[in-house]
């Protein structure tokens, strides 16, 4: 009775379930979802090429000394990266007395409390600090920047689709004006006070102005190449993507040895069927009426039997 009225319950479960299927797909059919502006004038991240792309890919310090500059003297005004101590920029080329100096002589004082005291107070940071963030928290960073929350960087390209390509084109796609097809076809979607068009962004409207404004705008150690906003923009981003993955020649170096040695590991693998597996399966396997055995019972069985042969 109980397996039955089980089944009962699971055929009205499953025509439920097809009922509402059939439904959606016909609503589906007959009333398709409007266009929105984000789906035809949002732009897909320009291609951007890194020395770090691809499985061989291996970091360029010099670009990303480049890139530091850049997230120093502009981004670090706004954005943090939480998760990058001063002491892992010896990764970039930068010796011990430098990393210390950039810690020293960081804009931004480390949090800490007055041990005479127990106030919050700041100090200077040490190597072993990780970046602090600009504002004391949430709250002090919303009310800084029209209560939008300028996000932690360090793991930036990790968290967004198309990683570098995409930060390299956000920094690069602010525009003036909307396009007239734009406001045409979604006159709501016009750009409210205070926001900044930009299609490379998922709604096309942030609250970041744009932060690189003008070629030039951070001076590069002779040598490198000129400071360009695409240029910075390209440097920035390489620098994101090693705050994200440091470790990623490594990584690297790790898939690549893995991939040797699996293939070395085929190919032994391999010959050793050829030389010890090979000729014994075609080895003919005596059964039946020609095994040994069977023929010796065979011959036994005539013999009581007086049978002859």
Known sequence: M?????GIVGAV????????????????????????????????????ALASNGPFGKFDNKQLQRGFQVYKEVCAACHGLGLVAFRDLEA????????????????????????????????????????????????????ANNNALPPDLSLMTKARHDGAAYVYSLLTGYEKEQPAELLKKFPATKTPQGLYYNPYFPNLNLAMPPPLTADGQVTYAAGNPAPTVDQMSKDVAAFLVWTAEPKLENRHATGLAMVVFLLFATIL?????????????????VTGALDPKNQAKSARAKGKAGIDG
Do not use: C
């Open 2 to 6: 109980l397996r039955f009225f089980m």
């Open 92 to 143: 970039l080329g930068y010796n011990e007395a430098e990393v210390k100096a950039i810690a020293n002589q960081w804009a931004t004082e480390v949090p800490t409390v007055n041990p005479e005291t127990g106030e919050p107070a700041t100090r200077k940071a040490l190597p072993a600090d990780r970046f602090p963030s600009p504002y004391a928290n949430e709250v002090a960073a919303r009310a």
């Open 269 to 285: 693998g391999y010959l050793a069927y050829r030389n010890i597996w090979a000729t014994e399966k075609r080895k003919v396997r």
């Open 13 to 48: 479960f499953s025509v439920v379930l097809l009922i509402s299927f059939f439904s959606n797909v016909s609503t589906y059919l007959t009333s398709p979802p409007e266009p929105t502006a984000e789906e035809e004038f949002h732009h897909h991240p320009k291609e951007l």
